[in-house]
């Protein structure tokens, strides 16, 4: 194992003779009929499978048998039966992958009775001897287990594991917990941990930016994940770590149906390019059209050109199909999260609806206010928004007490919070929001006559659609992510009111993208120190950026608050 597992000296005495799996292969082959059921998500049909082999055997066939049957009865929801059924077998007799059920119901009966504590020495096998179908189940209970021992730089290693079979944006939300979880280990404890992983663990590289973080030593440097045959090509950086490429590509549809927001990130990007004083890349520009192959071609070309880095492209379609290609050799910024994990030195860039609500549960549960109503509509962003803060809120330990769907022109509010506040609404301490303007002053003018006029609002940025000043002051008092520059808190740029003016493309939406964009020249510019130094962090136009160790470019907003019907900069 990587880590060194901590226990409850009792417990260890207790069950240390039952927390070791043999390596020995079982001579007791499981019932195929019911392996198939099990594969199958048939648990029921294939516990009564297995308790029907039990009846017909005995000795060391029938307890596997048992235990087999235990586990599906487990599976299939119903820890009384397994429980009942596993009580009488003994473990000492067991052997491979059936001992190793028995620890994982032991330990996952455990979990459920809030006694992880406890859990952990069922859970303290050797990680090559789980059987591979089950080690994510395994990783995922030894994550509860530290998670309620308290143990948190144990609980940050075992999401290193289960990053593993995750989704990008899944990794960049797991990457964020990793980030806070180390945030709340021990000064003392933090060293001497770190110091017992290797340089090209994962984990140290989050380890270490929190040692940096915290103005603390580290034990060894962070192994590079950007290769020297792509740096060494860059001019000599910087002293603040400053070091573009000679030539820089920039991808993005300046034709077709994305071109709007192609554009939109292409002026914001020049627009802090030309803000740099000192040695600037060549930089080309090739439309990709929006389409998949338009994105293909366009790197190609860009590489047989000289491009010694690539930003983009932008849409997701067009960042899979680059992703895909096996020929380009230099670093890429893509900007947007696509299907694949980004290859070593390269990064991850987005400003995705999924981020938004990451990071809105961990204001709500910063705040201790763990337990809160959805409102939200049919549509695409505020659903996608409202699946992250519910993934992440229930990581946190919060509780969703209702979530309501707002239709057309909330005609139906008033029956909907009055059936509401009927039932357990009262007990809700935050409300989430996920609206457009005009359903949100709706939601607001009917909240502000109940019982839920002073409990805490969030809202996603989506509220920001349809907006109008004279009429948004029934926001007052919600707070939204917000970007520095909308704020006026980046001064890497003419603030946003003065680019409306002279450029009025840049108004509503595009002004985000236009900020996307000139963080994505920062980005390029910096690539090279923010894969290099953990304790790296970019002040940007869209929040303070920074790079994690699988390559996603983690983004802390501004807060802001409604105040006159305009989004103010909002206190702590």
């Known amino acids: 194992m990587r880590f060194k597992l901590l226990a409850p000296a009792l417990a260890i005495l207790l069950i240390s003779a039952c927390a070791t799996v043999s390596t020995t292969p079982t001579h007791m082959p499981a019932n195929a009929a019911a392996e198939q059921l099990i594969n199958e998500g048939k648990f029921r049909e294939a516990a009564l499978a297995y308790e029907s082999e039990a009846a017909m055997s005995k000795g060391a066939p029938h307890d596997a048998a048992i235990v087999r049957a235990a586990n599906a009865w487990k599976l299939a929801g119903d820890d009384g039966k397994a429980r009942t059924l596993i009580a009488p077998i003994p473990r000492k007799k067991l052997s491979g992958d059936v001992a190793f059920l ?12 809030k006694r992880g504590g406890e859990a952990i020495a069922f859970l303290n096998q050797r990680r090559d001897s789980v059987p591979n179908g089950d080690r994510i189940r395994w990783h995922t209970d030894r994550f509860r287990a530290f998670d309620q021992a308290g143990m948190k730089f144990d609980v940050a290693g075992e999401q290193i594991w289960l990053m593993e079979g995750m989704k990008p944006k899944e990794r960049a939300a797991a990457g964020r917990n990793i980030e806070r979880l180390l945030g ?5 404890e933090l060293t001497q941990r770190s110091a017992g992983l290797s340089a090209s663990d994962p984990l140290y590289a989050y380890a270490a930016r929190e040692l940096k973080k915290r103005g ?33 590509a920039v991808l993005l549809p300046l034709s077709g149906n994305s071109a709007g927001a192609g554009i939109a990130v292409r002026d914001g990007f020049l627009s802090q390019y030309y803000a740099e004083n000192r040695r600037r890349p060549r930089v080309n520009f090739y439309d990709t059209a929006g389409s998949a192959e338009g994105a293909k071609n366009a790197a190609s070309k860009a590489i047989a050109e000289g491009a010694q880095m690539i930003v983009g492209p932008l849409t997701r379609d067009e960042v899979n199909a680059v992703s895909n290609q096996t020929d380009i050799s230099v670093p890429i910024l893509f900007l947007n ?22 990071i809105s549960a961990d204001r709500f549960a910063n705040r201790n206010q763990m337990s809160v ?11 996608r928004t409202v699946s992250a803060f519910k993934d992440q809120y229930k990581i946190r330990g919060g509780q969703v007490i209702a979530e309501h769907l707002v239709e057309g022109e909330a005609i139906d509010l008033p029956a909907k919070i009055t059936a509401l506040l009927a039932s357990n609404g009262g007990n809700a301490s935050a409300i989430y929001i996920a609206l457009k303007a005009p359903q949100a002053r709706a939601l607001m003018a009917q909240l502000k006559t109940s ?30 992510p917000e970007l520095p520059w909308l704020l006026n808190q980046y001064g890497g740029l003419a603030n946003a009111e003065s680019v409306a003016k002279t450029m009025p493309s840049i108004r509503g939406p595009a002004q985000r993208l236009f900020a996307f964009g000139a963080d994505a020249w920062q980005l390029s510019a910096y690539l090279d120190r923010l894969q290099n130094d953990a ?8 929040g303070n950026l920074r790079v994690d160790s699988m390559g996603n470019v983690q983004r802390d907003p501004s807060w802001a608050v409604f105040s006159g019907g305009r989004p103010r900069v909002a206190s702590r």
């Open 373 to 383: 109503i959805i409102f939200t509509q049919r549509d695409d962003t505020a659903q």
């Open 102 to 113: 028995h620890d994982l119901l032991n330990a996952e009966f455990l979990l459920a009775d």
């Open 451 to 480: 019982t839920l006029a002073a409990t805490p609002k969030l809202a996603a940025s989506l509220i920001l659609n349809g907006a109008s000043a004279s009429q948004d002051v029934v926001l007052d008092g919600i707070e939204i």
């Open 535 to 542: 304790g790296f962090m970019l002040a940007g136009a869209t």
């Open 216 to 248: 603390m030593p580290l034990p060894m440097p962070v192994a590079s994940s950007m290769s020297n045959e792509r740096s060494n090509a860059f001019p000599p950086a910087e002293s603040d770590g400053y070091r573009p490429p000679n030539q820089l």
């Open 184 to 188: 709340l280990v021990p000064a003392a």
């Open 337 to 358: 999260r696509g299907q694949n994990t980004p290859a070593p030195g390269n990064l991850s860039f987005a400003l995705s609806p999924d981020e938004e609500g990451w």
